[in-house]
């Protein structure tokens, strides 16, 4: 046996991982040496050492071409530092016993493990590297999660892109992104000058290079590099950029990220436009202000919004946003689309209906509170017989309670046990409604007041607010207008609330009232709009 085994040639394999988590495996120098040391009297030829992961198979060129060597017959044995140097995965653990069943393989030598080629030894080899795959998936799975977890605390997992950096300084898994000191401002100046529609990406490439002098920064596997028009393309069109990526990727599930976001989402959606692409998947976080509002005129169907592109002669993007029917219920719909400057102009007109002066707005108040004050003194007198017979019926449940539970009553000579619950259930009933009377009492005219105020308000100032507001203000104020809000021939229509409606018809004949009179002085003028200003509080119905 030991004459065979002599004449046995054997391949030297080393190999480990650039990525490799187990920090105990040898060097590729290490293991080489320390194999031939190990087995100096065998006929080794030495193959060149691989820094490949062996997750999975078919991705090692040195290993497949060693393992056609042996099925020709140039070698019957490997040398190794320990199986799962050799496999990490069930298709190559299950192709080197395959090589031994056929007797392609005759031996294997390891420095850290024993190997027998018998029936008992591929079986021990065999749990061997089942415990290596077994490891490789377990290691998957926790790497895997781990980085699920991170990229749900809106870090994104993996490289940094171009013009961040990755921190090296907290544990893995917890890890964040931050800007890139040095390559951060550059890029973003490539993402400006990208939006001003004067240059191609090939002419982008020409100014990275050679006037930013920005350059891909170095890793462990390769040194600092121009940029490619890859990259560039690939940096364009990367959701990243704008602040959201994907993960796991083509998976759809799209997370806001932490980092700092070198442009805005309408900025892509101009690049992409530019480079006359729609963009990759993405999150729909586009904000329109007045879609699930509207109803479209002519089929009932809701008013969507989108969003279009127009490059202007300067070369500069344009952006235009569109309201119109879904077309859901009826796909011939024949309402045309609104533009949102037509439709923004349309609600400050009825806005600018409805908009009272200063000084109608603070007579009003004043005058709402000269009622509360009325209403208070009224209110009075009822409040104080409330609280009277309040404390009547508390009294008359204790009273109730001694008499029934009185040694002289022992046996119901005074109170049975059915008359004593039925006057206690109906004294419990008087008390708890009192109670909430007086709770509610006074809270009617404050609120009424309060809304009446709240209308008045809105009333004096929504036009500012719509004309200065953000999306949600906007849409708030657009909301409150009416109900039953269309589309119809480009027209926004609506029924107005009823208290806003009174505006909307009186505005001008109460302003007349009041013009040239200090209403708080003049009964007539105050008697004449009591009433107009008494419907207000309807705002909340």
Known sequence: MKQDIVKIKYFLYCRKSTDEKDRQVLSLESQEEEALKRFKDLKITK???????AFKPYKRPIFNEMIERIKKGEAQGIVAWHPDRLCRNAIDAAQIVYLLDTGHIKDLKFVSYTFDNSPEGKMMLQIVMSQSKYSSDKLSTDVKRGMDKKAATGWRPGLAALGYLNSKTKLKGEQDLSSDPERFHLVKQLFQLMLTGNYTVPKLVEIANNKLSLTMPATRQRPQRKITMTKLYTMFTGTFYYGWYEWPKKSGNWQKGKHEAMITEEEYDRIQFLLGRKGKPRPKTHKFA?????????????????????????????QYIYYHCTKRKNPDCPERSVELNNLSEQIDNILAKLTISD??????????????????????????????????????????????TSSE??????????????????????????????????????????????????????????????????RAIFACLGSNLMLKDQKVLMELQKPLKFIFDGRDLVEQELEGFEPSKFVDTKRKTANFVAEFPLLSG
């Open 290 to 318: 007045f879609t699930g509002l509207m109803k479209c005129g002519s089929c009932g169907a809701m008013i969507t919004a989108e969003e279009k592109y127009k490059k202007l002669a300067t070369g500069n993007v344009q």
């Open 359 to 404: 000084r109608f707005q603070k007579w009003a108040i004043e005058y709402l509170h000269e009622i509360r004050k009325e209403e208070a003194e009224t209110q009075e007198v009822s409040l104080t017989a409330k609280q009277n017979s309040l404390i009547k019926i508390t009294k008359d449940l204790d009273n109730l309670v001694l008499k029934f």
């Open 409 to 474: 009553n022992a046996e119901g000579q005074f109170i049975t046990d059915l008359e004593y619950q039925t006057l206690k259930s109906r004294l419990l009933k008087e008390k708890s409604l009192l109670e909430e009377e007086l709770h509610a009492q006074g809270k009617a005219i404050n609120e009424w007041v309060e809304l009446s105020e709240k209308t008045f308000n809105f009333a004096r100032y929504a036009r500012v607010w719509f004309a200065n507001g953000d999306l949600d203000t906007k």
């Open 47 to 53: 193959l060149s050492p691989e820094s490949v992961s």
